[in-house]
């Protein structure tokens, strides 16, 4: 299929409206319409209910969008990696959760690209059944998660633990009542640490505010007040500062994270490297 097709479909969905996706795309609108149809014809189903001034996804429509964007987005990763190996260099394409990023891997990347200029990277935010999705694909090299995937073809290594701390904005608070309050965060971290929190705080309930982004959940504190686990090296300066403050008796939650690729990865020589670095540099010993 013609990307144009992809590109025309995506962004008619985006504003649903054709005139406009014709004004964003530089071309006319019955081009656009003509493109539509063309899809429509190919797939042999209606993409848009085109009622005047509402333009609609169809069930089908719907369906259509996750493989378009995904088609349109291997499309750029395959012009991108042979653009690069044209050149002599291999492009490393890098994931992880929400969560990772905001705790380690930013600065992880910036070490890694400082220490090894010449590889170019791509990372990408995912949630982690796409990361797993994507590695065996192979559209994605390297990946970072707290539960590692017990799937064959992909191989996983531990790079380090990671302490979980649960801090509030009033000092002294008992752990057991601090979970009980309205303004106590339950943070996903994971089944794991789900499962270790009810065993801590069998009696708590269900919280009554749950974020799935650990530094969302630490902007709230600080603008609302509230308690909440977060990874200590969040919240290290912040205890320092006397902004936040360790809940009494909250036991420490160790969450282990892990590097998993591809079993047969040619780049494997590649991705040991960048490993090895976050293990050396970016975390304690």
């Not at 057991?176 to 929190?197: C, K, N, P, S």
């Not at 902007?219 to 403050?245: D, K, N, W």
């Not at 591809?262 to 040991?272: F, P």
Request: charged residues 20%; hydrophobic residues 45%; glycine residues 4%.
């Amino acid at each position: 299929m013609d990307i144009s097709l992809l590109r025309t479909f995506l962004e008619v969905s985006r504003v649903r409206h054709f005139g406009h996706a014709a004004e964003n795309l530089c071309i006319t609108q019955s081009a656009v319409s003509a493109r539509i149809k063309l899809i429509e014809d190919q797939l042999d189903v209606t993409l848009f209910t085109r009622d005047r001034n509402n333009i609609q996804l169809t069930t089908a429509g719907q369906r259509f969008t996750r493989h378009a964007e995904s088609i349109l987005d291997s499309w750029n990763r395959a012009r991108q990696d042979v653009l690069l190996s044209s050149a002599g260099a291999q492009l490393i394409s890098v994931g992880a959760t929400y969560n990772l990023w905001d705790i380690l891997l930013e600065r992880w990347l910036i070490g890694v690209h400082q220490r090894f200029p010449r590889i170019p990277l791509r990372t990408e935010t995912v949630a982690s059944e796409n990361l797993i999705r994507m590695l065996l694909d192979k559209t994605l090299d390297l990946g970072f998660l707290f539960e590692p995937p017990q799937v064959q073809k992909l191989a996983m290594e531990e790079v380090a633990s990671l302490d979980l701390i649960m801090v509030s904005t009033l000092p002294d608070l008992p752990a057991q009542q601090a979970v009980v309050r309205d303004d106590y965060i339950m943070v996903d971290w994971g089944t794991a640490f789900a499962l270790e929190h009810a065993r801590a705080f069998a009696d708590a309930g269900a919280a009554k505010l749950s974020m799935n982004a650990a530094k969302t959940a630490l902007g709230f504190l600080q603008t609302c007040g509230g308690s909440a686990y977060l990874a200590r090296p969040m919240v290290e300066q912040l205890i320092t500062a006397g902004t936040l403050h360790p809940v009494p008796q909250a036991p420490t939650i160790k969450r282990n994270f892990y590097a998993v690729y591809h079993s047969q990865n040619l780049k494997l020589d590649d991705l040991k490297p960048l490993i090895q670095n976050l293990r050396t540099d970016f975390l304690p010993s």
